[in-house]
Every structure is written in structure tokens, then in C-alpha cells.
């Protein structure tokens, strides 16, 4: 349990299940956690604060989200735990990562960097330095296991991070609307100090800004012409690439969830969906209205029950979030689907009769790597797609 504001948190790590209560709700919970009755526990609480709560029924809420483990002696069934990505790996062994030296760290590398690219600008890298093979199918190929590495890299320093916490972290792939993207669920971080929540979610762009920060005295000590310097250069473009996506916040990056906590939000993606649907709905009775002979019903707005600093952050995101999700889509419609076309035809046709070998290599690598991450999009979709309805067959109460 960790107070939050006027809330409590209150969890089960090994389930990583977490909801925000009252103070009322929080002491009900110490109280049957002391082994008080539920009768007893109610006087107590009508003691304590002069109100009436049907405990019984706050029991029943708790019985579902997994929080009893008995009632009257008898033990209820304990939802299996989810599996924790790298088990091995305890607390004490990670417990470094937390220590303030290392932000401050980062900060130097990144201000030396900082200091050289502004004494020698000729060595900040642009999009050629990527093409560093004149082989198309070496630069993607390339690239791919490069970005996978760094990708990598980032999910295990949130992994890192929260396991030093004391929070067991799971890795796996996921969407982003069109994005294919690696996601570290470390559910249970919510009761960990703010600083410690802090570096689990900035822990990723830190080792980004890291890598970079450590390639560019790579690049000052090198020839432009050699090799090392090449690769070095792309390596850092790769590192820096994707740091713009992580200001995305209504994919829910990174930093969406650095803004979470600091706006004190429980849920600012699903409040900011749910309020931008009701005003979806409010513009659609509007002109309805306009009809000869209709009525347009209010809706109750979903914000106004959240505290007001919630309602506000929750009111402005849903504009971030619509009118980012919109541009993200119509970007995809015009550029990125479109170019995955072609460069799949044109790879389809270069395996036709008639091509060289070298050909014949690169439609073949073109067709693995774009296509391959094109299938793997599509079913990991699925699979949380899958994983959303199966949810919804499960009945739990909100919060």
C-alpha cells in the first residue's frame, strides 16, 4: 500500500493487480488484513469516520480482483501469477541501477557530447551516413539487427530498472497503432517511490541518449573515411531514431507514462479515449438536434467524476490523443503503406527470371525484413486482440 494524493494504492505484486481506494477503503483493508470480521471491520470504520459502508459488498470486490485469500477459513483459489521475463534475475542483484549516480551520470555524457558536436558540428550525422553499404540489402539487413539490438537494450533497462524496485517486469511485443514495438509491462512500480518510478520510465531513453552520447568521441578520434567512423555514425542515428517517437504520448510511449504520474492521473489514455468519445457523441446529438422534429440527449460526461487536476490533464490529452492518432493514421495511409508496397513489388518482380544473383539476394532480404516485420505486426495484433476480448468475458469491478 503507498499513499498517493488522497488515495491509496493498494496491490498484489505477485499478481500485479493494483487499484486506487479512498482512505476508507485502504483502512477497511488493513483491518480485514488484521484478521477483523467483516461485521467488526464495519463498526470499526462507522467509528472512525461516522459513515456506513456495506463491507460485505467491498469484500466481494476485493474476492474478484484476487486480494482473499480465505473467507471463514476456507481458502479461495489464487489466480495464477503472470511469468516475469528473466526469473533469475533478483532485486539484489540489479539494486545498482537505482542509484542516483546514474542519471547524473547520463547528464555529463550527454552535456560532453553536446559540448564536442558544438566545437566540431561536422560531425553530427545525417540520413546518408545510414547508407553506409552500397548494398541496399546490407544497410536493411544491417539496420534491422542494429535497431532489434538497441530495441532490446531500451525494453531491458525498463526491465532492469524495476526489477531493482522490487517489481518483476515482463518483455514481450506489441502494437502501437502501426508501429511494432517491444513493451515492458512492469505493473507494480506504482508502489515504488516517485524517483524509482521515474527511472523505471526514463530508464529507456537514458541508455538511447548513452549509446549516443559514447559514439560521438568515437566519431572525433576516427577517420571520416574509415569504416569505424561509418558505422559509428549510423549506430548513433540508430540510437537517436527512436527518441522523437517516444514524444507520441497518445501511443502511450515513455514519457506518456513520465506525464501520468506527474499529472497524478490513474488511467489517462482510457479517461482521455472515454472523454473524447463522449464529445464524439455530444457533436453527433448536436446534429442530430438540427433535424425538424429531433431531441438531442445529453450524455453524462465521464471527466466530471475525476478529481480536478485529473479533469484537466484527462480534457487536454484527449485532444493530443485524437488529433496525434489521426495524423499517425493518415501518415501511414500516405507514405508508410504505400512505400511498403512498392518496395514488397519491386522485391516480388527482382525474383522474377532473368536477375542476377545479387538480385536475386537483395529482393530476398528486402522480402524477410520488411515483410517479415509486416506478418509479425499483424499477429501480434491479433494475439492482443484476442487478449482484449478475453478479457471482457472476465468480469471485474472498476476501482
Not at 241 to 259: A, H, I, K, N
Not at 356 to 375: E, K, Q
Amino acid at each position: 500500500m503507498r499513499r498517493d494524493r488522497d488515495e491509496w494504492i493498494v496491490g498484489r505484486m505477485t499478481t500485479r493487480t493494483f487499484v486506487a481506494l479512498p482512505p476508507a477503503g485502504a483502512l477497511a483493508v488493513r483491518l480485514l488484513g488484521e484478521g477483523l470480521s467483516v461485521a467488526r471491520t464495519q463498526e470499526q470504520l462507522r467509528a472512525d469516520t461516522g459513515e456506513e459502508f456495506d463491507i460485505a459488498d467491498f469484500v466481494e470486490d476485493l474476492t474478484a480482483l484476487g486480494f482473499v485469500a480465505r473467507i471463514d477459513g476456507r481458502p479461495l483459489p489464487d489466480p495464477e501469477p503472470p511469468r516475469a521475463s528473466l526469473p533469475w534475475l533478483r532485486p539484489r542483484h540489479v539494486r545498482f541501477a537505482l542509484h542516483p549516480v546514474f542519471p547524473v551520470t547520463v547528464a555529463v555524457l550527454l552535456a560532453a557530447a553536446l559540448v564536442v558536436l558544438l566545437l566540431r558540428p561536422g560531425l553530427l550525422p545525417g540520413y546518408r551516413d545510414l547508407l553506409w553499404s552500397p548494398h541496399g540489402s546490407v544497410v536493411l539487413l544491417s539496420g534491422a539487427a542494429a535497431g532489434w539490438t538497441l530495441l532490446l537494450a531500451h525494453e531491458l533497462a525498463h526491465l532492469v530498472t524495476a526489477r531493482a524496485a522490487g517489481v518483476p517486469g515482463r518483455m514481450r511485443l506489441g502494437t502501437r497503432l502501426q508501429f511494432l514495438v517491444m513493451q515492458t509491462d512492469i505493473s507494480g512500480i506504482e508502489l515504488a517511490p516517485r524517483r524509482h518510478r521515474l527511472t523505471a520510465y526514463l530508464s529507456g531513453i537514458a541508455l538511447n541518449l548513452t549509446v549516443a552520447s559514447a559514439l560521438v568521441p568515437v566519431l572525433a578520434v576516427t577517420d571520416p573515411a574509415s569504416a569505424a567512423h561509418r558505422l559509428s555514425a549510423a549506430a548513433l542515428l540508430l540510437a537517436l531514431m527512436p527518441l522523437p517517437f517516444q514524444l507520441m504520448v497518445f501511443t502511450r510511449t515513455d514519457v506518456y507514462f513520465v506525464l501520468q504520474d506527474l499529472t497524478g492521473c490513474r488511467d489517462l489514455y482510457g479517461d482521455g479515449l472515454a472523454y473524447a468519445r463522449y464529445r464524439y457523441r455530444r457533436v453527433l446529438r448536436v446534429l442530430r438536434a438540427l433535424r425538424p422534429g429531433a431531441r438531442a440527449a445529453e450524455g453524462d460526461d465521464p471527466s466530471a467524476r475525476l478529481p480536478r487536476h485529473e479533469r484537466r490533464a484527462v480534457r487536454v490529452y484527449s485532444v493530443v490523443l485524437v488529433v496525434g492518432t489521426a495524423l499517425c493514421l493518415a501518415f501511414m495511409a500516405a507514405v508508410t503503406l504505400p512505400l511498403d508496397i512498392a518496395l514488397l513489388t519491386r522485391a516480388v518482380r527482382g525474383l522474377s527470371p532473368g536477375n542476377t544473383p545479387a538480385g536475386y539476394a537483395d529482393s530476398a532480404a528486402v522480402l524477410v525484413t520488411l515483410g517479415g516485420v509486416n506478418v509479425l505486426w499483424l499477429v501480434t495484433k491479433w494475439r492482443d486482440h484476442r487478449a482484449r476480448r478475453h478479457a471482457k468475458t472476465v468480469a471485474h469491478p472498476r476501482p
